[in-house]
């Protein structure tokens, strides 16, 4: 191998292959710090054509590639195994914001760019780059597309995968293909874009995107309303929908459980209510008219549904402040739940109609094996999708319950399989799950993904071991 | 060929299995009625185990199979070539709705039903199903899927492809892959859904989809502005997203020629003003809220663009009557164009930022060859994508100018390219511009389409010599 790392070190520069422990450390551990892979080198290219280069390089010596943008994943698709065989290829270096066309509302990004950063630039030109999620001061557009992220603008704009017009691609076989297109419509043949969307870097490596903007609102505004049932929620929904169309941009659903913990480990933070609901609705209305508009808007919604005994309280934020401290408690219950202890997560979707029975029944059935576990469940109930985390009994110690995960897994994912859902909703399979979802998917499907990944890596060097 | 037939007949019926010429007509002329081919068999299975069964017979007999729906393609992608050695694969006989989920905002439906059937069982429901186009009528939404059709909300809703949810689809092999999933967020491998979509059948047949719903808007208010430029259209445009977010749902632009053939052919209609204008604008608001507050806003956005010097005058619809009217002016341009005489019909996208360098470079190229030959510019130019008609000069006959098509193409197409745009924005590649293709797209890109149709259809018995 020696050979072929002195020829990366001829393409790219010695200073950017790495083979100390101490510099490969941050690439080979994930996010969560669950895992530790080794590498045999990580790779620093500067460039698509160093990425080629790259890429051909390791065809010529058989060398599997882990393509790696910010590593924020949460399973496990962005760090190589332990056999040290691989090589990260981080694409942090093409970080180019290469052209913002405010008329077309694109902008073309290399892979490589903090989200956060293009998120800026956009705002600059004045327009909004709607996707949004926990890790944007790290993760990177390459990333997001790789992982087909969500986040929590999705019931209005999408995932990545709808806010992605075209795409550079390093292939397989170190060529490039240059399908960086800004158009709303193209019908020239088979859609290369979103297959390698999602594909989790194993089918070739994304190097540059055109990605879509809109046109910034002119108000945002936020409301805490409070109510019984999940069932509610979906009506509310439905007349958020009716009443509001597209201006409805965020519909997040959290149990009183989930609040209660962001009270108890941060109480810093102003509980909006008086007394516990069982269930509380976060709602953002983007408006393209005025602050005056949203909010006339958002006041005839919240009294209809009380009218109707949809909800039983409703708390309007007014001003900007306000609306931050709303979302801020939506944005604490991950770490209300990590200072709680250790946790089962589970990143699941359900048909919107079905969210109901589903939380009803996979609570009992989980009440069932393991009596007084308490649920953390929250998330995007717009889009379907469910952070259903499960915390141990109080008199149970974490690590005793974490030791029974598969169970607890498969009580929840069997359940999501009979409402036909999704066990990975907005992060992927990565290397955590694509073992479980076998469980799940048919054969037929099964060997569909697998002749596309062989005709596309025939020779199986791109992100071996991870999605399939 | 006589003991596949036979097990066809015993597989699907002898009823449906149509081999005399009379029988076969309708599916082997295509929709413009410019070529006729040939088909062994024209096959109409009722249901998917039925169509599962025909392509494993025909996996057996290596008998390539053309799946049609309604058959009102644009590119000779539904009919079969003039072999004989194909057989049609009528969806048509598909045609239930299986299920509308009003609350998950799905419909379930199989391939074989009408584009205008399933807009009104969604609307029976008190959803919107935004798909909407010339041929709703006769169309299928098999078919809208496997070209992925656009029409004429784009703008708002995207097109099939992002209404779409799930599949149902029979493989090259015969085997049935159940991907009728109706979920909003679903990251568990690769994105087959849209591999299928927009592969005319050459991957596999559609049997069924997931379509998204959304709520009825409350109104839905038209104007017709006219102005000098393109370039003013696209300050327009970007001054109604601004205004009107996503409420803005429709966006036509018309050049004065398209109109002035409406008023020449049709003398019955209303034209909207009393000077000829170089350029009009068809614009729709879709309100969530009310009739009043769109016609404020429309009304709003007219002040300001006619405050701006942005347009020259306006006509704003008042009444569903007139919205239909003015809407009627634009829906009638390709019969006018028909009813005077033949012309070369280009289907394109363009960035929108490039539009009016576009327009006024390809009009020069075009008046340089073809002096004095009429432009008949018109096109869903909210989404980039004109229909850049080409008219004979006056004094030449339209025959003769017919015979000059490959010349016409090829200025047109090569200008499209230089401007990053696509010479099949709408229609598909079919067997009519299967060829052209190849000088626009790289071989990378063709490889890379090629590897997967050998992937998923080896015996390339999927619609063969279509799109690739």
Not at 223 to 243: E, I, S, Y
Not at 265 to 290: I, K, N, T
Not at 299 to 305: D, G, I, S, T
Not at 340 to 360: C, L, Q, T, V
């Amino acid at each position: 191998m020696q050979e072929f790392l002195d020829s990366c070190r001829k393409l790219i520069g010695s200073d950017h292959v790495l083979t100390q422990d101490a510099d490969t450390l941050a690439f080979v551990v994930d996010w969560r710090q669950r895992f530790q892979g080794k590498a045999l080198a990580v790779l620093r290219p500067a460039s698509t054509a160093e990425v080629a280069g790259v890429v051909t390089l390791c065809n010529q010596f058989r060398v599997a590639i882990v393509p790696q943008g910010g590593n924020t994943g949460l399973v496990l698709g962005s760090v190589p195994d332990d056999s040290g065989k691989a090589v990260v290829l981080s694409l942090k270096r093409l970080n180019k914001i290469r052209r913002i066309d405010a008329i077309n509302n694109t902008m073309t990004v290399e892979a490589g760019c903090i989200l956060a950063d293009i998120q800026s630039a956009a705002e600059q030109s004045h327009r909004l780059l709607p996707l949004s999620l926990a890790s944007e001061g790290s993760c990177t557009i390459g990333g997001n597309l790789s992982t087909n992220a969500g986040g929590t603008a999705v019931l209005r704009y999408g995932n990545t995968r709808e806010l992605c017009l075209g795409l550079e691609v390093v292939t397989a076989g170190g060529e490039v293909w240059e399908g960086l297109r800004g158009l709303r419509k193209d019908n020239t043949g088979y859609d290369l874009r979103d297959l390698f969307i999602g594909a989790e870097g194993t089918l070739g490596i994304i190097t540059a995107a055109v990605i879509k903007l809109f046109p910034q609102p002119k108000a945002r505004l936020t409301a805490l309303v409070a109510l019984k049932t999940p069932d509610d929620a979906l009506q509310l929904l439905a007349m958020a929908q009716a009443h509001c169309g597209a201006s409805l941009t965020a519909f997040e659903l959290m149990s009183d459980f989930s609040l209660h913990l962001v009270g108890k480990h941060f109480p810093q933070m102003q509980q909006p209510y008086a007394r516990r609901h069982a269930h509380y609705v976060l709602l953002e209305l983007s408006d393209s008219e005025s602050e005056q508009h949203a909010g006339q808007l958002l006041e005839n919604l919240v009294a209809e549904a009380l009218d109707k005994d949809l909800i039983e309280d409703a708390v309007v934020a007014t001003s900007l402040a306000q609306s931050r401290a709303l979302w801020n408690l939506r944005e604490h219950i991950s770490m209300a739940q990590a200072a709680e202890g250790k946790n089962i997560k589970h990143d699941i979707s359900i048909p919107i109609s079905d969210i109901g029975r589903f939380i009803s029944q996979t609570d009992a059935l989980l009440q069932q094996h393991f009596p007084a576990c308490r649920m953390v469940t929250f998330g995007h109930l717009g889009d379907g999708n469910l952070h259903y985390n499960v915390s141990p009994p109080e008199n149970m110690p974490d690590t005793l319950f974490i030791q029974r995960q598969a169970e607890v897994n498969l009580i929840v994912h069997d359940s999501v399989n009979r409402f036909g859902g999704s066990i990975s909703a907005e992060h992927g399979l990565g290397a955590l799950k694509k073992e479980e979802i076998l469980r799940y998917k048919s054969d037929i499907e099964m060997n569909l993904m697998r002749a596309i990944k062989t005709a596309l890596d025939p020779q199986n060097l791109m992100n071996p071991g991870k999605l399939l």
